[in-house]
């Protein structure tokens, strides 16, 4: 199990966690910004009851800020300075 936390705090762990899971050899230089990030997401019990059928962005939830950014937006956000 992963302490995150603990990883979040240590450059030197950060590249060690990230290239342990990179299936090929990987250089860095330096971290830039690190936090620890956890996901809230909420799905339904069921996806479905009888003859209602709950699907798709019904089925589950997402933070706003929980990466549901399309790929325009976070071009659009990374380029500006």
Same mark, same amino acid.
């Given at each position: $199990?992963? $302490? *995150? @936390?603990?990883?979040?705090? @240590?450059?030197? *762990? %950060?590249? +060690?966690? #990230?290239?342990?899971? %990179? /299936?090929? +050899? %990987?250089?860095? !230089?330096?971290?830039?910004?690190? &936090?620890?990030?956890?996901?809230? #997401? ?5 996806? &479905?009851? =009888? ?5 798709? $962005?019904?089925?589950?939830?997402? @933070? /706003?800020? =929980? =990466?549901?950014? =399309? #790929? &325009?937006?976070?071009?659009?956000? &990374?380029?500006? !300075?």
């Amino acid at each position: $199990d992963l $302490d *995150l @936390s603990k990883v979040a705090q @240590s450059e030197e *762990l %950060i590249f +060690e966690t #990230i290239a342990s899971v %990179i /299936p090929t +050899e %990987i250089t860095f !230089n330096k971290v830039v910004w690190a &936090s620890e990030y956890r996901a809230n #997401i909420r799905m339904v019990n069921k996806l &479905s009851e =009888g003859r209602v059928f709950v699907a798709g $962005d019904a089925a589950h939830v997402h @933070s /706003p800020t =929980g =990466g549901q950014v =399309g #790929i &325009s937006e976070k071009c659009k956000y &990374s380029c500006v !300075n």
